[in-house]
Structures are given as structure tokens and as C-alpha cells.
């Protein structure tokens, strides 16, 4: 299995990231639930990023954020034939784990650093999502019921209320912050790193109230979006 990985990667594996691949091919086949050994491997996984089959994949955002999934959607690639298709496709695409499990032990599986660092994804990442969308909700709620039909332009007006400024200023500062192409154009793991510039953005730039009712916006739509599930 390892000379195919490698084959495949097109790069050289750490000796703990190799681990990680082969400890998931393993524990799997010896029985142990395949998301539970998933998570064993990314405990023991550690480059923050890399490229694997001509696609760069960032792991940890700006040193701080981990993409927990991202990472899972990477070693599961290398079982593919022993993994229930249906299963993951529920985890990495609705974050839908296959089995019960508490935030302790899940946190006791991936290790305590890389949770802390899950967390700041979590907030950073995702609740921000959540509260871009939560707003755009409310802006586009707002014109229906004033009879304003015109629903372009909305999320421009979301980012304003919500950043105090536009989108396009915002991606052109963090493009030239990062050494970027300043075109506006975004791959999916430097949108999550602009989400990301954009939290840390608001933090700085926001009343501690404000910061927290609006981060409080967010979390209670992923609550609401998760519960229909």
C-alpha cells in the first residue's frame, strides 16, 4: 500500500503522515469502525499542507485553523473499497458522523492540540459562513417585506452590515496581504482563508457586543441548518 500511496501523491510523505496512511488501512482492516480509525490518523498526521494528486490541500489556515474534513476527505481517499461510500459521503459533504460520539472522545481521538486548532476552523470558518448567510437571509427577508423586489445586490449589503465595508475592497486587501493575484478570483481553500482573514477582521474591527451577537447569529443557524437534518 505505501509504494502505491506514494505513486499517487506525487510528493514525499513525512514518516508521520505515512503512519497516519497506514495506520487507517490497518485498523481498518484488523476491525476497528472505520471512522474511528480515521480519526486515530489524524491525530497522528502532521504536515499542515501539501499537494497530493496535483491538488494542493492546506490542512491549518494561517498556522490556527484546522480543516479537520478536508484532511479525512484526503486519507480516506487512500481506502476507498473498504469505507461504506454512502457513510462518507454523509460525513464529508453534511459533516454527518456514522456513529454517536461526544465532543470528549472526539476530542481524545484527533488530540487536544489539534482540537484546539478545529475550533478556531469551527468559529473562524464556518460560523462566519453561517453568519454572511444569516444576514443575506435577513437582508433579502427585509425587501420582501418592504415590496423592494430588486433582490440583487444583497450580499454586497451583507458584507457592509457585517464588515462595515465591501466585498470586493476586503478581497482586494487580503489578495495583496497574501501575495495573491489581485482578480478577484478565489480556489475553494483560498476562499476559506479569506473567511478566515475576514473573522479575524471583524474582531478586530467590531464592538466586543457586536463581535458577539453576531458570531451568536451564526452559530444559531448552523443549529438550525444542522437540526433539519
Given amino acids: 500500500m505505501s509504494a502505491n500511496v506514494t505513486r499517487q501523491t506525487h510528493s514525499v510523505q513525512s514518516a508521520d503522515d505515512q503512519q497516519a496512511i497506514d495506520h487507517l488501512a490497518g485498523a481498518i482492516r484488523s476491525g476497528t469502525p472505520w471512522f474511528i480509525a480515521l480519526l486515530e490518523a489524524i491525530n497522528l498526521w502532521e504536515s ?7 491538488k494542493r490541500y492546506r490542512y491549518l489556515i494561517e498556522g490556527q485553523a484546522f480543516d479537520w474534513l478536508l484532511l479525512a476527505q484526503r486519507l480516506l481517499d487512500t481506502v476507498e473499497g473498504l469505507v461504506p461510500k454512502e457513510e462518507v459521503t454523509e460525513l464529508l459533504f453534511k459533516g454527518v458522523f456514522p456513529i454517536e460520539m461526544s465532543r470528549t472522545e472526539f476530542r481524545r481521538l484527533i488530540g487536544a492540540k489539534k482540537y484546539r486548532a478545529y475550533l478556531n476552523y469551527f468559529y473562524g ?30 450580499e454586497g ?18 489578495q495583496r496581504e497574501k501575495g495573491y493575484p489581485d482578480n478577484g478570483c478565489l480556489s475553494i481553500g483560498q476562499l476559506k482563508e479569506f473567511t478566515y482573514w475576514l473573522f479575524k ?4 474591527n467590531s464592538e466586543k457586543e457586536v463581535f458577539a451577537s453576531d458570531t451568536r447569529k451564526g452559530i444559531n443557524l448552523i443549529h438550525r441548518l444542522r437540526s433539519k437534518r
Fill in 48 to 54: 499542515p499542507q501539501e499537494v497530493y494528486k496535483r
Fill in 125 to 154: 470558518v464556518e460560523v462566519e459562513q453561517a453568519l454572511e448567510l444569516a444576514v443575506e437571509r435577513e437582508v433579502r427577508k427585509e425587501r420582501k417585506a418592504s415590496g423592494w423586489r430588486p433582490m440583487t445586490g444583497i
Fill in 157 to 174: 449589503e451583507a458584507y457592509d452590515r457585517v464588515y462595515g465595508c465591501d466585498k470586493a475592497v476586503l478581497l482586494s486587501i487580503f
Fill in 201 to 204: 477582521y471583524r474582531m478586530a
